[in-house]
Structure formats: structure tokens, C-alpha cells
């Protein structure tokens, strides 16, 4: 597996994220120990020193362990804040790709789809199919959240800003998608979008219906300019929100099969009940 002669990152972070992302979708799981060295240079095409600086980055990050005499291990840790980004990209490998999406813009879904999806156009990942749907609030209807800071009241600019931010990100998403079939990349693409009027207190993922990655919004007071003049509001940050991982397992009863089982469940009873599409 040699690195891409195209990525401008140094060969050590090269190394680096590649170890993140099978220590984060559990290719390594928890307590097993990774492959040597000289195993590692040989694997990736480089010096061990490359891989000594990758290590020492993992380690710093708190993923690694290294043992003396031992080797280097992935650090035993119970639920824990993941980085979702990796997990997305692996999501791409395979032939049929799904991500369901609840929360407030889709601002940070975007974000993480560009990577995976500049890689579909150049030939590096080759899914069939993408679905995609997005359950997101209703900001044309006054809402808790956000609102002005001074007394907590709705506010139309203030709603009318994140009704912005909101449209820009799911189409945005969509038009990518949709341009992927339009040149033939993938087979088929679908991108929804359904609105409802409640403020959501969290977000999630659940991606290729196998894992969600949960996490609740912060509520935070900051200032921003519209149309040049600065309102006070409290909004959610979805930068912010740590998330964590559950994923489906072998044992249906388990506590993490059940929570992906419940977190379908939940996204399709509102898609379905008291939620409307909007046109893309």
C-alpha cells in the first residue's frame, strides 16, 4: 500500500492518517498490537523513520501506546469523542453508500463529503450508489433555537441567516452528489431533504445503516453581523458537538446493535410523520 504521490502532506502524516483511520473504524481494535516497524516502512514504501514520527504523532493524539520490549498498541479505551471524517471515507469504499443525517444545517455533512467525493471523481473510490437524506429544521417557522440573547425571542434575521446556511449547505451536497451520476461515476444518487419544526437539541450520522455517530449541541452566545449590524443571539454549534460511535455487532442484543436499531428507528419514524420535503 504505497502512499499517493499527489497528497502534499508529508509522508509521516500520510502514515499517520492511514493508521487513524483503521485504529478509528476498528480495523485495529482496542489493546492490539500494530504492526512492527519494519513492517509498517515496507507497507507504506517508507523510511522507519517516517513511521517513528507517525507513531509519535498517534501517541501525542492518544491513540497509540508504546510498551518497552513490547511493541506499540492501540490504546484500551471504553466510548469515547470519534472523529467522524475517516469514517465517512471508509463509508465510500463500498459498493452502496448511505448516510442518513439529523441536525441542524448539514454545514459540517458538507464538509466531511468533499474528500470522499473529489475522490469519486478521480477515480480513486468507485461506489455504485449514493442515498442520501437529510432531516434538518424547518427555519421559515420560528423556532427556540436561534434566538436573540437579550430576551430569548425569536427573531426572523436571525432565522433567516441560519435558513442561509442551511440551504447553501444541502444544496451544496446535493448538486455534488447529483453531478457524480450526471458524468456517469456512479450508477445512481439521491439526495432528500425533509424539514420539521423542532429545534434539535442533537445530531447524528448513521452511516451505511451499520453505524451512528451521536452527539449533542452545544448552546453558545456569540455575536454575528447581519447585513453589517451585530445581533447578540444563542445558536448551536455543530463544530462543537463531540460525537460517539455506535456500531452494529454480531450480538443484535448488544447495547450498540440496539442503539443503531433505536436511531433508525427514530430518523425513519420522522421522516415519515411530521416531517415535509423541500425541492431541491
Request: aromatic content about 8%; hydrophobic content about 40%; overall charge negative.
Amino acid at each position: 500500500m504505497s502512499l499517493d504521490p499527489d497528497d502534499p502532506r508529508p509522508p509521516y502524516q500520510q502514515v499517520a492518517n492511514a493508521l487513524r483511520a483503521a485504529i478509528l473504524t476498528k480495523k485495529f481494535e482496542p489493546g492490539e498490537k500494530l504492526p512492527s516497524g519494519h513492517d509498517l516502512a515496507k507497507t507504506y514504501g517508507v523510511a522507519r523513520m517516517t513511521v517513528q514520527q507517525a507513531i509519535r504523532l498517534l501517541r501525542d493524539e492518544g491513540l497509540v501506546v508504546s510498551r518497552q520490549g513490547s511493541g506499540v498498541f492501540v490504546r484500551e479505551r471504553t466510548e469515547r469523542p470519534v472523529e467522524l471524517r475517516p469514517h465517512v471515507e471508509r463509508a465510500f469504499e463500498e459498493p452502496n453508500v448511505s448516510i442518513d443525517f439529523a441536525g441542524f444545517s448539514g454545514e459540517t455533512l458538507n464538509g466531511m463529503l468533499q474528500e470522499p467525493l473529489d475522490k469519486i471523481r478521480l477515480g480513486r473510490l468507485t461506489p455504485e450508489s449514493i442515498a442520501i437524506r437529510i432531516l434538518v429544521p424547518d427555519m421559515e417557522h420560528p423556532m427556540s433555537l436561534p434566538c436573540r440573547a437579550e430576551d430569548l425571542s425569536d427573531d426572523p434575521v436571525i432565522r433567516t441567516r441560519a435558513l442561509r446556511i442551511q440551504q447553501r449547505s444541502v444544496q451544496a451536497i446535493a448538486d455534488a452528489v447529483h453531478e457524480l451520476a450526471d458524468l456517469g461515476l456512479v450508477k445512481t444518487a439521491a439526495v432528500q431533504v425533509r424539514v420539521h419544526q423542532t429545534a434539535p437539541a442533537f445530531k447524528f450520522y448513521v452511516i451505511n445503516r451499520q453505524r451512528v455517530f451521536f452527539g449533542f449541541y452545544p448552546v453558545v452566545k456569540h455575536t454575528v453581523r447581519i447585513k453589517g449590524e451585530p445581533h447578540e443571539l444563542y445558536d448551536v454549534m455543530g463544530k462543537d458537538a463531540l460525537l460517539f460511535h455506535y456500531e452494529i455487532t454480531e450480538d443484535p442484543t448488544s447495547m450498540a446493535s440496539q442503539y443503531v436499531t433505536e436511531t433508525r428507528r427514530w430518523f425513519d419514524s420522522m421522516w415519515t410523520t411530521i416531517s415535509r420535503e423541500i425541492d431541491l
